[in-house]
């Protein structure tokens, strides 16, 4: 539903600075969730962290218009086609701007609160309600004070059922999210003792988070609560109340049995005086009580108990935020750094505890200190261990004042540390061999920098990477663009073997529009490292999805079976309006929808509110030669009818692009709204095959140098026959390196004191020889395998190859060394 920057500027009540039309889909409060500049409201929100305000700059080069500010630019002149929306609290305009929203729509609506399994019942209840209705419902876990009016934002003309999660930590927070989400139909799912320090005592709590409901029609509560049912019978709620009960058989919903087996439990239970039952794929207590608080809701909204029984057995788990990544010295690190209360670390020791894979190697816990419990340390900690001792643990390396002063409490293998600075200092973490490390911390301990000096990757041949000379290369291409055009950079294979974090940033640095991989993970990796930009996943593989979500990653589309797949996954993963990026095949035949495809993919497009195209882009065949000029012409008129078949049907701006590095040099006529800059951005001109600026330059070191006898051979298989006596210089660079073995046996050189240095014999995985005879050189001098003084093209001509492979062939263990010159 779309709102004018007139309308919103009479919601929100602000001072208007600029006066350009524009018409508003999209709020955005996080610069690195901008994925539709044109139609999106910046609001600039001021935390105890940060200031959005700082962000504007780099949001209008980037195409944002329209802001919500509590102070005005310095520089207003500098935004001279942009809307600033002045108003007292940024944060208190965008709740009010959402609850203005949510009045527009006379539809049920659920909101759930509790201290845990929010997120839980919202997904179950949207895999149960889902199929009968268009349910819009909160992202993931998106139930704080931003959170909620992001959610409720969401809804549109199209919603029939509204689920949205609201989560406090001190009191008075309510208040601001009731009439924000002005549910119909309340979820309680328990009270416990997340965020208590902020609350004088359970019932202050419980109370505050029962305002959420009341104006509902009917609340839905565990009624064995006493707490919960006490606090109902307090607020003096006039609403209906489904309270189920274990215990009770005269309250409506009465759970008659409950029967687990190792596969799953079933419950039985007595509603309205009807006898019925379901079963769910789970045997924990958790799963068991949120399973009955979507019952009550579903029973309420008048599914069918058949319906309910058929979908509750097929009811999927809430995606777990654990990562499991390789170690050095045969460790596997399972890291979940996420959050540190109590329930997330015993979930966090289950999943440690239930690797088979890992049977038999130790088992060590780095943990921090667990933060805002309200509990007292001796009672939390004593928990702690208790927990710790029970799940198997054999060493734990504790981080923190608080936990460190609870040592005591830890009968096992233990060490313990002030700081995060200090267990890095202390060298333990070398120590590590064979086990599985779970990395358990508050965000505050900065156990990111754990996790990267286990997973530290040593090597003494380099990659040196000249940042100066790859902003060269981006400004050459820009300057053949329209100013309007944007532009795609592709980072993928490790930034083309260049390193892809650094690259990364750079070009984010510089202002590109968007940043492209060729898997998730690769797009994981740079958002990990801090990379805001939006990013294009350009293999999207299935079992990623959840990778693309978490990490906000934008999937290229070519089939309609991915397409349904991934329509399915953002179903589950709570979300909706995921960007993408629709591939059309024009001639390459590798991957894309048919041109044919179109009206088959925009009808299945417009039925579903899951994903939404941002661009659509094809391949060029042959830009990089005049031989295929007219079927490059063919391509393009193909690729345009697709793309303006596309945009007919959908109002948003939908970018179009087709240019790759040769077409931006050979096609100016086809830069439509984007483009994608490959290998000239790393130095190479594909048409010409010549090197514009070098970026990459592979050294090595001479290890030793032998005299060797003419009669001798060098190497395995006795490949290295020589023809004189030579000196020979062993290099420590091999096959496992990224070195071509077919460059062996003189079929290729490198370069030593500027010297030509022919390879001699086969090349291993980690040394190469080389003859130096004629070379005036000594142990420990540098060697040249590619750079300026010997261009890439020239490896890649030697083995007949292009020089994409040379760049991306070489290995993660060749350490990476950039600079500016």
Known sequence: MSSSIEEIASILGA???????????????????????????????????????????????????????????????????????????????????????????????????????????????????????????????????????????????????????????????MEALQPIIQPTIGVITNIGGAHQENFASLQDKCMEKLQLFKDCDVIVYNGDNELISSCVAKSLFTSREIAWSMKDNERPLYIERIEKDDKGTTVKYRYLGFNKEYRIPFIDDASIENSLNCLAVCLY??????????????????????????????????????????????????????????????????????LETGQPSKLLYRQVAELVHSRGVDRIIGVGEEISAAASRFEIE?????????????????????????????????????????????????????????????????????????????????????????????????????????????????????????????NPELTAFKTMFDYKLEPEVYSFHLLDELIK???????????????????????????????????????QTAVIPRSIFSHLVGSDSATFDSFTRRQIETFEAAADALQAAFSHKILRHICNTAGIERYPGAQFEMVRLGIGLYGVDPFTNKMLRNVSTLRTTILQIHDVPAEDTVGYSRKGHLDRDSRIAALPIGYADGLNRHLGNGHGYCLVNGQKAPYVGNICMDVCMIDVTDIDCKEGDSVIIFGDDLPVTVLAEQLNTIPYEVLTGVSARVKRIYYQD
């Open 414 to 538: 233990k060490a313990f540390f002030r700081s995060t600075s200090e267990l890095l200092e202390s060298g333990l973490l070398t120590s590590l061999r064979n086990e599985v490390v779970l990395i358990k911390g508050a965000r505050a301990f900065h156990f990111d920098e754990i996790s990267d000096r286990l997973e530290q990757k040593v090597h003494e041949t380099i990659l040196e990477i000249n940042l100066n000379a790859l902003v060269d290369n981006l400004n050459y291409y820009r300057n053949k663009l329209k100013p309007e055009t944007k532009m795609v950079c592709m980072v993928k294979a490790s930034a083309y073997g260049a390193g892809s974090f650094e690259i990364a940033k750079t070009l984010e640095d510089h202002r590109v529009d968007y940043l492209a991989v060729a898997v998730a993970d690769e797009g994981a990796d740079l958002r990990k490292a801090g990379i805001n930009s939006s990013i294009m996943i350009m």
């Open 301 to 370: 909204l008048m599914l069918s108990p058949e319906s309910i029984a058929e979908r509750m057995a097929h009811l999927e788990p809430v995606a777990m935020r654990l990562e499991v990544k390789e170690g050095k010295n045969g460790c596997v690190l399972i890291n979940d750094s996420y959050n540190s209360d109590f329930a997330s670390l015993d979930i966090a020791l289950d999943f440690m505890a239930r690797r088979t894979e890992d049977k038999g190697r130790k088992r060590t816990l780095i943990l921090s200190d667990i």
């Open 569 to 607: 996954a953002v179903g589950r993963e709570g979300a909706s309006s995921i960007p993408i990026h629709i591939k059309i095949d024009t001639g390459m035949h590798r991957l894309g929808f048919a041109p044919s495809d179109i009206p088959q993919l925009i009808d299945r497009l417009q039925r």
């Open 15 to 173: 001072k208007r600075l600029g006066n350009h039309p524009s018409t508003i889909d999209w709020i955005l409060t996080d610069s690195r969730s901008l994925c539709f500049p044109e139609e999106t409201l910046f609001f600039a929100l001021k935390t105890k962290r940060n200031d959005g305000h700082k962000y504007i700059p780099e949001l209008y080069v980037r195409g944002v218009r329209n802001f919500v500010v509590s102070e005005l630019p310095e520089k207003p002149g500098d935004y001279s086609d942009a809307n600033f929306l002045q108003v007292g609290d940024t944060r208190r305009a965008l709740q009010r701007l959402a609850a203005k929203h949510r009045e527009h729509f006379q539809i049920p609506v659920v909101g759930i609160t509790g201290s845990n399994g929010k997120t839980v019942v919202k997904e179950w209840l949207y895999q149960l309600l889902s199929p009968e209705r268009t349910v819009t419902r909160s992202p993931r876990s998106y139930n704080s004070q931003i959170g909620v009016p992001l959610s409720v934002w969401l809804l549109n003309e199209h919603t029939e059922l509204g689920i949205f999660e609201a989560g406090i930590s001190e009191m008075g927070e």
